[in-house]
């Protein structure tokens, strides 16, 4: 009852509820700090303030001060009184003002606080559990019984009645408190066959973790690295521009400069027949007889060639102009030389491949940069040669790669299918196992009917993703046994990787089946 008779003290008067953040007046009386504002507020639209408890009046808003004492009462309060705001369990008993129950009575079905609760354990010997509202899952729902033992046949609680008559007459029991026990070692058994294995999943989140880590890392480096690639790039790209622009500047200043001195010495040649004009004019004025024929004659000379040489063995043609060949040329260089710098600070190597027709299948026809091999319905003139491939379209190239990291373009026509890679040299000419990919020798990537494959050594493995572009780049880094495949799309993708410890030169193979084409870029 005690319990009850305080729960009263701490209730607001405005919400009677518990304070919540309370506050004082001037007159000592408490309120929640968000119950008494609102009655002040409302308050001032009348034009006056009072406490709503005694009615003391204030000529001004009042101050509301913290009651700090009465915040800690209420902490303590709460705290020893958990279940009632949680579970609003409250004494069957207590019907004046509610009070949190402690205990709940199976047998009676009624919740007690601590003082019913004394008076109840006197007079009786029931069963008391935690608080609670519900009893159909402590009561046998046939007899209504309390649940005292556990059937491990069934699986089930079951009460006195279900054990001695019901459904579960004759079937070895055990009570609760036994079987909960055995249920509860089960229990530790689990865990501990679970605690190892989620020590091996948390520390391959660890590992995974690590490794994102190190990702991530390598990520920031990678961009830094690729920021100051870039920077020097743009250096030299200045620079070639630098380059570009004074070779324009140098032929514009030196045809300019021709140009200008031939205009100078055409104004002075313009200067000399126009006083000689005006000369001419004169005389052609005078009418005394005997003084025009007296008056020498005027020589004029011809100056149709002056305009080409300037009159003093030629310094500038009417057909001279900027050397654009000149320029493209020095603009090609300064970016061939940017390209050669980037490859080689990447440590990769752009070879020079050619494809060997002395080598070639007599249905694969072969440009004459070489670059190109090409799928024909009529055999190439060709003399006999051991190495020439017999039974497949296949051609290699001409040198092999032994060491180093090395990257090619190749351009398919989209047309048939065909298959690209490397092989060893040492790969059969003829007969099933002299095919690119069938064998323990090459490695390839297949182009055909809307879909990629790999194959080596007779294992085919098809590709999810779809031919979207004709052009495919290769990478090969001979040391580390790496063999990429790349398809040149915007963004480019990567298809395949081959891993292996490579024996022998690797040559660039090609098999072009019916209209398929295939070209290395240079």
Not at 164 to 174: I, L
Not at 291 to 317: K, Y
Not at 414 to 437: A, D, F, K, N, W
């Amino acid at each position: 009852m005690a319990s009850a008779e305080l729960r009263d003290e701490l209730n607001c008067s405005i919400c009677l509820s518990l304070y919540t953040d309370p506050v004082s007046l001037r007159c000592g009386h408490n309120f929640c700090r968000s119950c008494i504002v609102s009655v002040l507020d409302a308050q001032e639209a009348a034009g006056g303030y009072s406490c709503p408890d005694c009615r003391a009046e204030y000529p001004e808003r009042p101050a509301l001060q913290k009651n700090w004492k009465l915040r800690n009462i209420l902490e303590r309060f709460s705290s020893t009184q958990p279940d009632m705001e949680e579970t609003r369990i409250f004494c069957t008993y207590c019907t004046k003002s509610p009070v949190p129950a402690v205990r709940t009575c199976l047998q009676c079905e009624t919740s007690m606080c601590e003082e019913h609760l004394a008076a109840h354990n006197k007079s009786v010997n029931h069963n008391i559990i935690e608080p609670t509202v519900s009893f159909k899952d402590q009561k046998c729902s046939t007899h209504n019984e309390i649940l005292k033992y556990y059937c491990p046949k069934d699986a089930a609680c079951v009460c006195v009645s279900c054990w001695v008559a019901g459904d579960h007459k004759g079937h070895d029991v055990e009570l609760l408190d036994m079987a909960s026990e055995k249920k509860k070692e089960k229990l530790k058994k689990q865990l501990d066959d679970l605690n190892p294995q989620k020590a091996e999943i948390q520390t391959r989140v660890q590992n995974q973790q690590d490794r994102k880590k190190k990702i991530q890392e390598k990520a920031s480096d990678k961009r830094k690295n690729i920021s100051e690639r870039f920077m020097d790039i743009k250096k030299q790209l200045e620079m070639a521009e630098s380059k570009a622009l004074s070779e324009v500047s140098r032929q514009e200043e030196k045809i300019v400069s021709q140009i200008s001195h031939l205009i100078k010495k055409l104004e002075i040649q313009e200067d000399e027949l126009s006083r000689k004009m005006r000369h001419v004019e004169e005389m052609c004025r005078v009418t005394d007889p005997i003084r025009l024929l007296q008056e020498s004659d005027i020589t004029v000379c011809s100056h149709g060639g002056d305009d080409d040489t300037g009159g003093d063995g030629g310094e500038v043609s009417s057909e001279e102009d900027l050397d654009e060949v000149l320029i493209s040329l020095t603009l090609h260089r300064s970016m061939r030389d940017i390209v050669t710098n980037v490859t080689s600070e990447l440590g990769v190597h752009v070879p020079d491949l050619l494809l060997d027709v002395d080598i070639a299948h007599r249905r694969v026809k072969i440009s004459e940069d070489l670059k190109t091999a090409t799928n024909s319905e009529e055999e190439q003139e060709r003399p006999e040669s051991p190495g020439r491939f017999v039974d497949f379209p296949q051609v290699l190239s001409r040198c092999g790669l032994s060491s180093g990291r090395h990257y090619w373009e190749v351009e398919w026509n989209q047309i048939g299918g065909c298959e690209i890679g490397l092989s060893y040299p040492s790969i059969e000419r003829e007969g099933e196992q002299s095919c690119i990919g069938l064998n323990d020798k090459s490695w390839c990537l297949g182009m055909c009917d809307g879909e990629y494959n790999v194959w080596h050594n007779s294992v085919r493995l098809a590709l999810s993703v779809k031919p979207t572009c004709p052009t495919l780049g290769v990478f090969l880094d001979y040391e580390a046994g790496r063999l990429s495949f790349y398809e040149l799309c915007d963004p480019i993708r990567h298809l395949d990787t081959f891993t292996a410890s490579f024996t022998e030169p690797l040559h660039v193979i090609f098999c072009v089946y019916k209209g398929a084409s295939v070209t290395i870029r240079s």
